[in-house]
Each structure stands twice: as structure tokens, then as C-alpha cells.
């Protein structure tokens, strides 16, 4: 079988997508933490486009943007699938993939603003959770998105699941009231608990740690 | 699988357009809803409460909504004349570019709906995405699909049949043939495949409908100015 290598960035929950997948289909990989600052030459070749992590490198071939690996690593590895095999089925889970590979950045904007700019992503970040725990199919009946199992769509939502509260810790604004999400607030219980995302999630207090200083230098460079 | 396909649509859509476009190449019968989308239809809200936009398909009374998630159902659904590659790697290839266009295609809905400043910015992001298409995802190939018309091409439709149209309502010149030669020659075999030569909205009435809408935009961005 050929090499799979995954470029990535510590604690990016992009790259963390690709990881847990990886992980969920039991798939050997080299990890390769990239410097952005410094972009490397095999991460400029691999992705000319973005120049972003994560890319995943399957022998020869590079694929970039994490929602696009993870669709790639399904047809490529079928066992412990991430989505489901009836067709329209399928197309619900697509469906909720894009939305969340669309609306989670909101939480970035939280993260990344201050004043009106900041209330502007809270409010997409409220409109986002509204959406999701009224409309998505499963949730609150079912233990995760996927159903009894984690499939792409609680792969896309990992954001949500870990990140959320960390910009939360390092903003002191409260994107998730409690009580206000019960069955969201459920679902990211259950993720978090899967011994295999358990297994793999950057650890809090580091991550709160490395986003504070981010924070303070992006502030500081307006 | 044969049963009743519905298609909620709108007739200036390229959305819209994408979808009877792979319709019509794999010879799928389907009946055609025109929504007004100014006053919605009970059907379109309840099929697509979310996002309350069409396009929607609705296959055994089961909706899908987003244009790219139901070209990908109907791949799927109905194998013959593929639109997708088979090797997971030129499907990962054909998705990304996919990707691409859509999340760049915000900034010609923006050069179109603004002025002054922000227009001119959107205008440079809008003529990069053309530039970056030109020098990597043709790559010498008759369509993005190879040597025949792919969910790539459908995807980037809007680009052969919108963008004059958009460019002449707007007054400014986003694809100079002179520079993107890959691009304008893809434009033309598109354009004269077919199945998509016979599933075109009428220019004028299109140009008609781009030049009231721009109007309006241009009377937003101006009464907000003072």
C-alpha cells in the first residue's frame, strides 16, 4: 500500500478532521506539522492553490481542503464508513457537511475580532446553532449525526465540539448559552466521549494557552 | 429510480441551470417547477426550510437541496453518462475545483451588488479566480472533465453563459480572451456541446433582468452613501 502522509498544524481542527478519520478507519499515516510562517516546499507543492493545511499526500498524490479528504479517504478505505450507503441518505449527510464546512469559520470570527465585528460573528455563530439544533436530522434521537456511529458530518462539526470552548475560555464571550442547545450541548458530549476523538483532541488548556497569545498578537497588529 | 423526479428552479439561475444540465445528459425525465422567487412557494419552503432557495430536487417526494449535493445524488442515483471520474484521485481533483468555484463565486455576486471601493476589490478577487482556473485546471483538457463534459464543467456553467451577461450589465471586463485563452476555448466547446446548447436561458431576457437588478443594487449602494 502506498505512503500516506498528512500535513497539518497543531491544534487547526482542520487538520484534526483528517486525523480522526484517518483514526476511525484504523489507516497508518506519517504526521508532518507544518510551520506557516515558513511555508515548507513539499506543502507549496502540494497545495499551489491555498497553500494550507491539512493536505493529505497519498503516494504521489496530493489532496488538499479537509472536507475533500475526508470524501477522498472514504472511497479509498470503504471499511468503518463515514457515510451512509442509501443515496439519499448520503445526500443529507453532504448536505450538512457543506453547512458545516460553511458556518463553523463563524466561531473564527469571534476569535479573531473585537467590538461590532466580534457581535457580527457571534450572531452567525447563533444563527448556525439555531439552525442545527432544530433542522438536523438524528440529532437528540440518535447518539451522533452519523447515528449510532461518528460519520462525516460529526467530523465536519468538530469545531464546534472542542474549539467553540476554547475561543470561548479566550474571549469570555459565551457563544453557547447552556440550556439554550440541549441537544446540541448532547452531541458534543457524545463526541467528545468517543474513545477514539478522545484519544486525539489537542489538549484544553494548551490550546487555550496558544489561541490567548494568537489573540493578543492579532489584536495588537489592528 | 423511476419514479417521479421534480426540479424546483428559476429560469435566470445558473444554479437552477445545473441541474437540468445533468438531467438532460443522462436522459432523466423530470417535470420543471418555475419558482417565484420573490413570493415563495409553500412546496419550495417546506422542501428546503433551511436555506429556502432553489434549486431543490425532489425524487419519490424526498427532497435534496444545494445545487452541487444533488448533482452529486443524481451521479449517483443514475450511473449512466458519468459526470464524475472513477479514480478516488481525479474525483478528489474534480471536487476541489468544484470547491474552489464556490467559494470564490461570492466575489462576482459582490461586484455585482456594490460600488466604488468594495466593487473594485471584488473585481480583482473575481479576475484571479479566472487567472488561477487558466493556468491550473484546464491543464490542456478539451472540458475540466477531460474529453467529456464533467459535474466540473456544470459547476463552472455559469461562467460560459452569465458571465458576458454580468460583465455587460455591470460595464467592466472580467474575461479578457486574449489572456485566458485555455478559458475562452473551454467557454466555446461548452457552449456548443449538445445537450447544453438546447438548455440555455434567453440572453436578452437575461441581460434584461441583470440590468433592472444591477439598478436596484446601484440605488441600495448610493442611498446608503448619502
Given at each position: ?5 498528512l500535513?497539518g498544524?497543531w491544534p487547526s481542527p482542520?487538520s484534526y478532521r483528517v486525523i480522526w478519520a484517518l483514526k476511525l478507519k484504523g489507516i497508518?499515516y506519517?504526521y ?118 461518528i460519520?462525516?458530518?460529526d467530523l465536519?462539526?468538530g469545531?464546534?465540539a472542542h ?28 463526541f467528545k466521549e468517543d474513545p477514539v476523538i478522545k484519544e486525539n483532541l489537542p489538549e484544553?488548556?494548551?490550546t ?15 | ?226
Amino acid at each position: 500500500m502506498d505512503e500516506v502522509k498528512l500535513l497539518g498544524t497543531w491544534p487547526s481542527p482542520y487538520s484534526y478532521r483528517v486525523i480522526w478519520a484517518l483514526k476511525l478507519k484504523g489507516i497508518p499515516y506519517e504526521y508532518i506539522e507544518q510551520d506557516l510562517s515558513n511555508k515548507s516546499p513539499l506543502l507549496l507543492q502540494s497545495n499551489p492553490v491555498h497553500k494550507k493545511i491539512p493536505v493529505l499526500i497519498h503516494g504521489e498524490n496530493p489532496i488538499a481542503e479537509s472536507v475533500i479528504i475526508l470524501q477522498y479517504i472514504e472511497e479509498k478505505w470503504p471499511q468503518n464508513p463515514l457515510l451512509p450507503s442509501d443515496p439519499y441518505e448520503k445526500a443529507v449527510a453532504r448536505f450538512w457537511v457543506k453547512f458545516a464546512d460553511e458556518n463553523c469559520p463563524s466561531i473564527g470570527k469571534v476569535f479573531r475580532f473585537s467590538g461590532e465585528e466580534q457581535e457580527k460573528g457571534l450572531k452567525e455563530c447563533l444563527e448556525m446553532l439555531e439552525t442545527i439544533e432544530e433542522h438536523a436530522p438524528g440529532l437528540g434521537e440518535k447518539k451522533f449525526f452519523g447515528g449510532d456511529k461518528i460519520g462525516m458530518v460529526d467530523l465536519a462539526f468538530g469545531p464546534l465540539a472542542h474549539w467553540m470552548g476554547v475561543i470561548e475560555g479566550v474571549t469570555g464571550v459565551k457563544i453557547m448559552e447552556a440550556g439554550k442547545f440541549p441537544r446540541l450541548e448532547t452531541w458534543i458530549k457524545n463526541f467528545k466521549e468517543d474513545p477514539v476523538i478522545k484519544e486525539n483532541l489537542p489538549e484544553f488548556q494548551d490550546t487555550l494557552a496558544f489561541m490567548k497569545r494568537r489573540r493578543e498578537s492579532l489584536l495588537a497588529s489592528k | 429510480m423511476d419514479e417521479e423526479v421534480k426540479l424546483l428552479g428559476a429560469w435566470a439561475s445558473s444554479f437552477s441551470y445545473r441541474v437540468v444540465w445533468a438531467l438532460k445528459l443522462k436522459g432523466i425525465k423530470y417535470d420543471y417547477e418555475e419558482e417565484d422567487l420573490v413570493n415563495k412557494s409553500e412546496a419550495l419552503l417546506r422542501n428546503n426550510p433551511i436555506h429556502k432557495k432553489i434549486p431543490v430536487l425532489v425524487h419519490a417526494g424526498k427532497p435534496v437541496a444545494e445545487s452541487m449535493v444533488i448533482l452529486e445524488y443524481i451521479e449517483e442515483v443514475w450511473p449512466q453518462t458519468p459526470l464524475l471520474p472513477q479514480d478516488p484521485h481525479q474525483r478528489a481533483l474534480a471536487r476541489f475545483w468544484i470547491k474552489f468555484g464556490e467559494d470564490k463565486s461570492a466575489e462576482f455576486f459582490k461586484l455585482f451588488q456594490t460600488v466604488g471601493e468594495e466593487q473594485e476589490r471584488a473585481t480583482e478577487e473575481a479576475r484571479e479566480l479566472l487567472k488561477i482556473l487558466e493556468a491550473r485546471a484546464l491543464e490542456g483538457r478539451k472540458f475540466f472533465n477531460g474529453h467529456k463534459i464533467g459535474l466540473t464543467d456544470i459547476a463552472f456553467g455559469w461562467i460560459a453563459c452569465w458571465l458576458d451577461v454580468l460583465e455587460e450589465a455591470v460595464g467592466v471586463k472580467l474575461l479578457d480572451a486574449d489572456s485566458l485563452p485555455k478559458l475562452q476555448a473551454w467557454i466555446e466547446n461548452f457552449r456548443e456541446d449538445p445537450v447544453i446548447k438546447e438548455n440555455l436561458p434567453n440572453r436578452d431576457k437575461l441581460l434584461a433582468y441583470y440590468n433592472y437588478r444591477r439598478e436596484m443594487f446601484i440605488e441600495a449602494a448610493t442611498s446608503r452613501i448619502d
